[in-house]
């Protein structure tokens, strides 16, 4: 088979490595992590990508991908098959499964997740996960001051400290693709900042490296020339509509 695959770029390495060594001729694309914040917009960039691989010579177009702030939602298949995993986020395809990932956030749902791609990609260095608890507090609140005022300055650093309460845990998740070291190392840090416990999990590519295979049992969508991805509200996650 000739495979398109269309990634979150928090998800480089894992994408790579199993295309590497897939038994089918992939083409890894990869897509920015900072168009998680604006789900319109990644819905629309990977519409018009799936739209355009589809008069090109591939067999499928896999999506590394989860619902991800439901930007996949919607996304239809057009000549080709389209597949995705059953998962609502990245860290499901972090932790390698749906079951492992439900009975991580069943024992622990206040927890804070790294992966080295994810830090590495991140768009501001001096932010941990884009909303400021790897900066220093007081410069901050500088930074802050500066760019809202003072009054607007003083109500965001409250909703941060209302917000990072919710949190216990800080959790590394090594895949043992590239040295993580340095972020496991900033995430302890973090998690003793916050009085939180930090704990690192090992990784499993096994979900991916199956998307890119083509081993697509019932933990993968796969939808039919015309179909759609929309929401299911039970295990499924996603189905074809």
Known sequence: MKIKCLS?????????????LSPHQVDVELFELGLHNQPSELHKRLQARIDEVSVEPYDAIVLAYGLCGQSTLGLTARRIPLVMPRAHDCITLFLGSRQRYQIEFENEPGTYWYT???????????????????ADPAKQYEEYVEKYGKD???YLMEVMSTWQTHYQ????IDLNLGNG???????AVIAQR??????????????IR??????WDDDFLVLQPGQKIERAYDAQVVVAG
């Open 152 to 154: 607007n300055a003083d």
């Open 116 to 134: 080295l791609d994810y830090i590495e990609r991140r768009e501001n260095p001096n932010v941990t996960l884009g909303f400021g608890l790897g």
């Open 194 to 207: 916050r009085n939180w416990r930090f704990e690192r999990l090992e990784g499993d590519i096994g979900l």
């Open 8 to 20: 979150c770029n928090a998800l480089t390495r894992m994408t790579y490595f199993c295309a590497a």
């Open 169 to 172: 845990r800080a959790a590394f």
């Open 210 to 215: 199956r998307l890119i295979e083509a081993e």
């Open 181 to 187: 070291e340095s972020v496991a190392t900033e995430a």
